[in-house]
């Protein structure tokens, strides 16, 4: 009978020992939750002067940016997403910042990146310099009549705020190297009443970690360059001039169109970035002050039909950046496993 208790005792307890066991492998092999499908980027960034397709949006001088942008993934090759970027600025018409707010979407199809979206660009603070303006001009009645910009005689509006639709493709043909394209479009470039279409092709080159034995840590570098072409269209009468040799100037000017470019070299280190660039357009000094009615253009010879008064600016002109940045998203704050 003692056998018989300590038999059944013995099994009893490889009864338990097997069920603990049991439940201890399906809590092993239990799968985890699916991961978020939300993510969220930002960054910040410090650069000698904020170029923007050639042209400078701070006057030739430093200035600071940061951006926070929600992303949804819908799967693993298509994404929403939009976004809130601020930068300073030093605009003729005396606004401070750039605003920006955007949002589109990101399909994957392998080795292609697409992204497709809009973009607002607002400038608040503004103030309008319009005593040059035709007269019965219709923009004029929007604007406080405060004289011409400091000594130059151009003129500017208080709102130059405007917005683009966008399409992007970038493809990855291996680990070094990668190439794209963009398209933007707005029907009021600057709100001037002047339409645009900026067309431009990149491509970039990841150097070997080979070629930088002098940066120990996991320091990075790439090469890039940028080339465009923005299409622009005739303002409104706010911008109009009398020309005798083009009477109808007085209801708007056509913009000179024209190409920008750019190239430099980017260092990566964890997070951070250094990004050293050249850029530079074809646009001659007075055509650049028609469009950008700088407030630092001087008096001079520049004349050409839209410029009829001879201001000069450097704003188009060649400019070497240094811009250091760090983005982030959330699963760089995840702890390693």
């Not at 009893?12 to 603990?20: E, P």
């Not at 090759?77 to 979407?105: C, H, K």
Request: proline share 7%.
């Amino acid at each position: 009978m003692k056998r018989l208790a300590s038999a059944a005792t013995l099994a009893l307890c490889l009864m338990t020992v097997s069920a603990i066991a049991a439940d201890m492998r399906l809590k092993a092999k239990a799968p985890e939750p699916p991961p978020s499908p939300w993510d969220f980027a930002w960054g910040s960034a410090l650069m000698s002067d904020y170029n923007f397709r050639g042209v400078t949006q701070s006057n030739h001088k430093p200035s600071v940016s940061a951006y926070f942008e929600p992303r949804y993934n819908l799967s693993d090759t298509l994404q929403l997403y939009g976004g809130v970027s601020g930068e300073s600025i030093a605009f003729p018409n005396r606004a401070a910042a750039e605003i920006d707010w955007y949002g589109g979407i990101r399909p994957t199809f392998g080795k292609l990146a697409l992204d497709f979206g809009f973009w607002y660009y607002w400038y608040p603070g503004g103030q309008c310099f319009n005593a040059n303006v035709p007269p019965l001009a219709p923009q004029s009645a929007n604007c406080v009549a405060d004289g011409f910009l400091p000594i130059n005689g151009n003129v500017i509006k208080a709102d130059l705020s405007f917005w683009e639709v966008y399409a992007k493709a970038t493809y990855t043909l291996n680990d070094q190297w990668s190439y794209g394209g963009n398209v933007w479009y707005s029907p009021s470039v600057l709100n001037s009443g002047a339409d645009g279409t900026f067309l431009a092709g990149n491509l970039t080159y990841n150097v070997p970690g080979s070629f930088w034995p002098m940066f120990p840590g996991g320091v990075t570098a790439s090469i890039s360059g940028d080339i465009g072409y923005w299409w622009l269209g005739t303002t409104d009468s706010f911008y109009g001039v009398i020309n005798p040799a083009f009477p109808n100037y007085v209801n708007g000017i056509p913009y000179k169109s024209y190409a920008t470019w750019d190239a430099g070299v980017t260092f990566n280190w964890k997070k951070f970035s250094l990004d050293l660039r050249y850029y530079d357009t074809n646009l001659t000094k007075g055509d650049c002050n028609a469009f950008t009615s700088s407030q630092t253009a001087s008096l001079g010879t520049a004349f050409t039909p839209i410029n009829p008064g001879g201001a000069s600016s450097n704003w188009c002109s060649a400019a070497f950046v240094v811009k250091f940045s760090t983005a982030l998203t959330l699963a760089d704050l995840a702890p390693p496993k």
